[in-house]
């Protein structure tokens, strides 16, 4: 890896659109296989405000270049705090600051506010993944910060990861495969009688607010719709985690560069937005991420988060709906327990040895969930006659 230089930047400018997105969409396509990981969406939280500043998300872009040329990047960070993470460690925070030590702050190799499953060192040479990841633990250590985390990394990077000594640790979300349905009722055929029954119900129900439902992607989206959509977003995050992390730029920077790369579901009433879900578009999947409600319907959310987002997927080819962190409520709508990875490096030895013995144990753990909560899915078994209506 002596050939392979490694540079830190504050800014994502200062590495460029051409050179980050080389790295981060090598193909070119229109479609990014990640949204999260383009210049655009980087930069979109950085112009914005909504990292740096007092945001507790310092950026440190990491740069590798072999002969001069950008042969990968990673989205680095500086984090005073473990907010907009989605891979909790407060609890390794409370032990280790409790045995008298200085948790924060240290380094995150992540999409903040993002629980979406990616490449985090944008490259596809093993050997630049091998010297993003040297180079990452090299600045915790030699600035004296007590941990690096690496959080919803792809498996192979896990793996990678693993063989180079990173603690490996696992999650759980649901997800909605896509098995090459030709329309909604053809994924509901592939669901028991009654779990079926249940959709349909809740579909119908929904339907029942008083309004219309729309899809709205590229310029179909308009400024207003981003005025009522931060509405809803105020209050859903007003109500989960006290304050949004997203500013109001942010939605603004949206419509300018990210609308092609947004599918924003919308409930009218008399043509005004009640109730809205943001989803974001990639290559292989759909990525369910926010959702708010001026009022309370039944069903409504499922309908915009859920429903709506695997009729796009299917209308679409996408063979994948990510609907975000949590939730066993996805379960009974055909989104089932997928494993997620992050990989971890904590400077002291000790305190390393008991976050080693923890991640066994929850891995274990976490195992056997996704295990019995698959039994519970609202798929026929193989084999099993459909029911009659």
């Excluded at 990639?282 to 039944?298: I, Q, V």
Aim: with cysteine; charged share 20%; glycine share 10%.
């Amino acid at each position: 890896m002596s050939d392979i230089a490694l540079k830190t930047h504050d800014s994502i400018a200062a590495i460029g659109a051409a050179d980050w997105d080389a790295c981060a969409n090598p193909s070119g396509a229109a479609r990014a296989r990640d949204p999260f990981t383009t210049y655009r969406f980087l930069n979109a939280l950085e112009e914005s405000g909504s990292v740096g500043g007092r945001s507790g998300w310092q950026p440190l872009y990491l740069q590798a270049l072999r002969n001069g040329k950008t042969v990968g990047v990673s989205p680095l960070y500086v984090k005073s705090h473990s907010q907009g993470e989605y891979v909790f460690d407060f609890g390794w925070a409370d032990a280790w600051q409790r045995a008298g030590g200085q948790y924060y702050p240290k380094l995150q190799i992540a999409v903040p506010f993002t629980p979406a499953t990616g490449r985090r060192f944008l490259t596809d040479d093993p050997e630049v993944m091998a010297a993003l990841t040297a180079g990452a633990v090299q600045l915790a250590a030699q600035n004296d910060l007590s941990s690096l985390h690496i959080t919803f990394c792809t498996e192979d990077e896990a793996a990678a990861g693993s063989q180079m000594g990173l603690l490996h640790r696992i999650g759980t979300q649901f997800h909605w495969q896509n098995n090459g349905y030709r329309d909604f009722d053809a994924f509901l055929a592939a669901l028991s009688s009654r779990k079926r029954k249940t959709l349909r119900r809740e579909r119908a129900e929904a339907l029942d607010f008083g309004g219309e439902i729309v899809s709205l992607t590229g310029d179909q989206l308009q400024p207003a719709h981003w005025d009522a959509f931060w509405a809803f977003y105020q209050d859903t995050g007003a109500r989960k985690w006290g304050q949004p992390y997203l500013t109001r730029a942010f939605f603004e920077i949206c419509q300018r560069d990210l609308r092609d790369d947004v599918l924003m579901v919308l409930a009218l009433r008399d043509g005004r937005p009640i109730a809205g879900a943001l989803n974001f578009i990639g290559a292989g999947a759909l990525y369910g991420r926010y959702w708010g409600a001026l009022e309370n319907h039944p069903f409504l959310h499922f309908e915009l988060c859920y429903y709506r987002a695997i009729d796009f997927a299917i209308a679409q080819g996408l063979p994948l709906v990510e609907a975000g962190a949590q939730g066993e409520h996805k379960l009974a709508r055909g989104y089932l327990p997928r494993p997620t990875h992050s990989l971890h490096w904590i400077a002291d030895p000790g305190f390393r040895a008991a976050v080693a013995d923890f991640v066994q144990a929850e891995t274990a753990a976490v195992d056997e969930e996704i295990e019995v909560l698959t039994t519970y899915g609202p798929f026929r078994r193989d084999g099993q006659e459909r029911e009659p209506e």
